[in-house]
């Protein structure tokens, strides 16, 4: 019969799952950051349109039910 093995080594884990780890590998001393970009105004429109739809379907299941 063959045993099954149900634990994992370490190296199977891996060390960046660990919680002693440093994660920002790349920028240690955080000396860089994403610069906050503008939101398009197409994009606000889509938004408002889908909130607006959201809302008037949930207007319109109400009034049918």
Do not use: C, F
């Not at 002693?20 to 939101?39: G, S």
């Amino acid at each position: 019969m063959r045993v099954i093995k149900t634990t994992r080594s370490n190296h199977a884990v891996g060390e960046i799952y660990k919680p002693y780890t440093e994660l920002n590998l790349h920028d240690p001393e955080n000396k860089y950051r994403w610069a906050d970009e503008p939101t398009p105004e197409q994009v606000r429109l889509v938004r408002i349109l889908r909130v607006l739809g959201v809302i008037s379907a949930v207007i319109l299941l109400g009034v049918m039910l």
